[in-house]
């Protein structure tokens, strides 16, 4: 019996020891202040108490339309993530912005969660003089100010210098969109090349583009006049103008490339001529009738998109609601013809999606999905999507506007024998997305895309199709949106950079 006492007398000693051995003071805790409580929230990679000692990651996530801003109390800096070393009980306080105290007024949505902050937006007022670089706070980081208006493209070329469109102050034609005058401005501003199309017979339009050779392509309106359009089996009181691409050595100002559309065309409207055809079975070729506007603009294409993988060619053809694919690869003389290059279709079309019922396919599988489209490209590699096509649709049948992501078939010279029409991969709209002009889309490096509704400003959706970023132009108009990163070397140039 007395052993028993002296057991329970050694586990009662023993445990009371063992109870004091553990200092009360080593379970510590981290009290969070938010500033304001609706601003955001702080996360924490594990729950107190803590022992001394324990290191514990915190990470603030600011709430829609809100920033994180800084740490207060027991914890300084402006890095949302961070790390404490527990020695302590800690009070901390997470101070969070809310939009209207740090953005511009453009800026009416923000997810600092969601958004791509790895560079900034490139913004050029529709047909004006300004374009800048902005970053999602909404500040202008870098401004430009031209003597003329763009007409249209501006865009930051692969050796740094700024190439743009711009508008002629007599135009021989007058379409909109017009320009005819191409300049490249170094990056301290001085004009070093200048290449000017304005005749009476062809000008420069919307777009022009540098490969990465240095030469420049040229996008153009060609006057093909009532004679020549009655010999090919076209008869109108008026002359029309057709699609014509350039490629110009910068050194010397030669052409060293060119496609037109008018040696590609095919009519079924007059048997004796010689570019009569059945539509259907010549879908490689362009139905010259398909459109019959008295001011004679009936293709009207609004951009091109060189792609340096396949050396193919993107074109936008507005009018038509089509993007037209034209081998680059093809000498000069096959690019008038349709033999040669590396899908040997010399300058035929190697492939065209958005309205099959141009070139006379109408069915379920194959339907039409582009009513007016603009801004044609390829997203990068290494982008997610890489190598999808991306193309805004403006939606002029519904008023109702379609950013596109497509799937395209794999291209050969027999692309368009059996036409397989792309494969939507993304879409996103709102019913308060439209404008039947202008616009675009751009892939960004985390997956987000960026919109430009023309009339508005800009979007930034995520692939779940969440808006996390939307600018509004106040009023102006935006011809198209790029994306340049913080780190781009290119803007080191600019007194920009990471």
């Not at 021989?172 to 490249?184: A, C, P, R, W």
């Not at 339009?205 to 990465?212: E, S």
């Not at 029309?240 to 037109?260: A, M, Y």
């Not at 008018?262 to 079975?281: C, N, R, V």
């Amino acid at each position: 019996m007395k052993y028993s006492y002296f057991f329970l007398f050694l586990s009662f000693f023993l445990t009371s020891c063992s109870n004091d051995e553990k200092p009360i003071e080593d379970n510590y805790s981290v009290d969070v202040i938010l500033s304001p409580a609706n601003g955001g929230e702080v996360k924490f990679t594990s729950q107190g108490p803590y022992l001394k000692g324990e290191t514990v990651h915190i990470i603030a996530v600011p709430f829609i339309n809100y920033k994180f801003s800084h740490w207060e109390g027991d914890l300084e800096g402006e890095q949302a993530s961070q790390s404490l070393v527990i020695t302590k009980n800690f009070s901390i306080i997470a101070v969070f912005i809310p939009l209207e105290s740090f953005a511009k007024e453009n800026v009416v949505l923000y997810n600092d969660v969601l958004i791509d902050n790895s560079g900034y937006f490139f913004m050029m007022e529709n047909g004006q003089k300004d374009a800048y670089l902005v970053n999602h706070q909404g500040d202008k980081v870098k401004e430009w100010q031209f003597e003329d208006r763009m007409g249209n493209d501006l865009e930051i070329t692969p050796s740094g210098n700024l190439l743009g469109c711009f508008k002629v102050s007599e135009p021989n034609l007058s379409f909109g969109g017009f320009g005819g005058h191409i300049k490249m401005f170094n990056p301290t501003g001085s004009l070093i090349w200048e290449y000017v199309v304005n005749s009476s017979n062809e000008i420069a339009h919307h777009d022009a583009t540098q490969l990465p050779n240095g030469n420049i392509v040229i996008l153009l309106w060609e006057r093909i006049n009532k004679a020549t359009l009655e010999s090919s089996g076209i008869s109108v009181d008026h002359d029309v103008f057709t699609e014509k691409l350039i490629e110009v050595n910068p050194l010397n100002n030669s052409i060293v490339w060119q496609w037109r559309s008018w040696e590609h065309i095919i009519q079924d409207l007059d048997a004796s001529k010689p570019s009569y055809g059945i539509i259907s079975e010549h879908p490689n070729k362009i139905n010259i009738s398909y459109n019959d506007l008295a001011n004679g603009d009936w293709m009207h294409a609004n951009g091109i998109f060189y792609d340096t993988v396949t050396d193919l060619l993107y074109m936008s053809v507005n009018f038509y609601s089509e993007v037209w694919v034209i081998d680059h690869s093809s000498t000069l003389d096959e690019a008038s013809s349709s033999v040669g290059g590396n899908y040997n279709r010399g300058g035929d079309l190697v492939y065209r999606f958005g309205n099959p019922t141009v070139f006379g396919l109408t069915n379920s599988v194959n339907s039409r999905f582009l009513y007016n489209n603009h801004h044609p490209s390829v997203v990068p590699v290494g982008y997610p999507g890489e190598s999808n096509f991306l193309i805004y649709n403006n939606g002029s049948n519904n008023k109702q506007s379609i950013a596109y992501e497509l799937k395209l078939p794999s291209l050969s010279n027999s692309s368009m024998q059996e036409y397989i029409s792309p494969s939507v991969v993304w879409s996103f709209t709102d019913p308060t997305m439209y404008f039947d002009k202008i616009s675009g889309l751009q892939r960004l490096p985390n997956g987000n895309t960026l919109i430009c509704e023309g009339d508005y400003g800009y979007w930034e959706v995520t692939s779940q199709g969440e808006v996390v970023w939307k600018y509004d132009g106040l009023g102006k108009s935006f011809w198209r949106g790029y994306y340049y990163l913080k780190n781009d070397p290119r803007l080191l140039e600019y007194g920009l950079g990471d």
